[in-house]
């Protein structure tokens, strides 16, 4: 004779049916709202930046915010598209940086630490550890359009290119001084600490060490690239720290172009 089984204690095929949503009693709920109310604000205002189409340089000291480089309208102040420009002036939605910051926008979007933060903030998928999901699915990434997070890879490339770009116009502002020479102000530093975090964000991503590293036996006739990757991977452990600095960089290098820009404060110089 066969005894009768109670029914399964679950949801689903592995889910546990609990009759609250948490065991949990520390503040779980901390690092998702934090995490919403990051990115809402640098999203918020890097579109209001993004299509003002005014305040992104300075002439003075070639001073260019990251979020206008490069410059590619028509009607990009003079001086300010250091690699030239389309042959008509954009509309007010069309960003003058139209190239770069979508491919910025897609790097950060499918970073694999940003993916993460926003799965758990925004779409609860799963809110935090140990704690119930809304959704009654979980398909992961094997679907559109999540399948498109594997572009990961190609956006680095991109990425890496801007960092480029970035560099250069920092460069370009150090030899623009005062006399139109060599020049230091607190502007190039805000730049020049912005670029610097920029590389540590993009050489810390998990692409950018599976490129040192990746589809290799052994290491044992690649010196370079084990230290490369070494270095890298130490930058790794702190990619989180990396994607949350420089989204503070980057609102605090184009607020102060901005302010300077506008006449709001002036520049102080250190040498010429
Ligand atoms: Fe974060 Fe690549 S994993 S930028």
Known sequence: MTATLPPPESSGATRARLPIRTLRTDRWWLGPVLTVA?????????????????HYWVPEYHYLTPFYSPCLSASCEPGSALFGTFPWAFPWFIPYAVISLPLLLAFRFTCYYYRKAYYRAFWQSPTACAVREPHGRYTGETRFPLL?????????????????????????????????????????????????LLWAYTLSCHSCRHVFGG????????????????????????????????????????LYVALVAGGVITDLRIFN
Request: net charge positive; hydrophobic share 45%.
């Open 148 to 196: 498109g997070q594997n572009l990961h890879r190609y956006f680095f490339y991109a990425a890496f290119l801007i960092s480029l770009i970035n560099t250069y116009d920092a460069t370009n502002a150090l030899l623009h001084g005062e006399n139109g020479g060599f020049g230091i102000g607190i502007g190039n530093i805000v730049l020049f600490g912005n670029v610097i």
């Open 215 to 254: 589809r290799l036996k052994s290491f044992g006739d690649r010196p370079f690239r084990y230290w490369m990757w070494t270095q890298i991977s130490r930058l790794n452990t702190r990619h989180m720290l990396f994607a949350w600095i420089t989204l503070g960089t980057l609102v605090i290098t184009d």
């Open 38 to 54: 990051g990115l809402t604000a640098f999203l918020v205002y890097g579109l209001l930046r993004a299509f003002q189409q005014d």
